[in-house]
């Protein structure tokens, strides 16, 4: 994957974030290794992660991927090489089936709440209305999302 702008801020940890977001959603216990990953946690002061359905029903073990850390920037022309480990189900085996999609988006950091990817203040589980998107914590939104609520409305209603 090459970088090809300028110094990112904030938008190439979300483009992190939600890259990690995803690949945690494999059925096959992925955990990112590089850029810093997922495994549905935050700022958990333990090894675990305190929730696995924090932003996505993560079925995996309590101890892999990352927890959040300092932003990240990368300069045009640099590479980011992503590096994960599954769990099950990937290699030469021929019994075994393989495919891994790398998918990501990101948000403006102006957005509305409702559609801005972040990571939220909370290990708590997002409300499934609109009001949870929008809610505030000591003035920082309270839940994390890695994908806008209309987005997750269209998918859960299809």
């Known amino acids: 994957l090459s970088i090809s702008n300028s110094y990112f801020g904030s938008q190439t940890m979300k483009f992190i974030v939600a890259l990690s977001l995803f690949l945690a959603l494999v059925n096959a216990d992925c955990y990112m290794m590089n850029p810093r990953g997922s ?53 030469i085996n021929a019994k075994l089936v393989c495919n891994i999609v790398l998918q990501y988006m990101c948000s403006n950091s102006d957005a509305a709440p409702v559609d801005l990817l972040r990571d939220g203040s909370s290990t708590n589980t997002i409300t499934n209305n609109a009001q949870g998107a929008t809610a505030e914590t000591n003035g920082q939104l309270t839940y994390g999302m890695h994908e806008p609520y209309s987005f997750y409305q269209a998918c859960s209603t299809r």
């Open 39 to 91: 495994n549905d946690r935050l700022n958990e002061a333990n090894t675990d992660r305190n929730n696995a359905n924090r932003m996505f029903d993560s079925q995996n073990n309590a101890k892999g991927g990352f927890c959040y850390g300092p932003a990240m920037g990368y300069y045009e022309g640099s590479l980011l090489t992503i590096e994960w480990t599954a769990q099950h189900g990937c290699g």
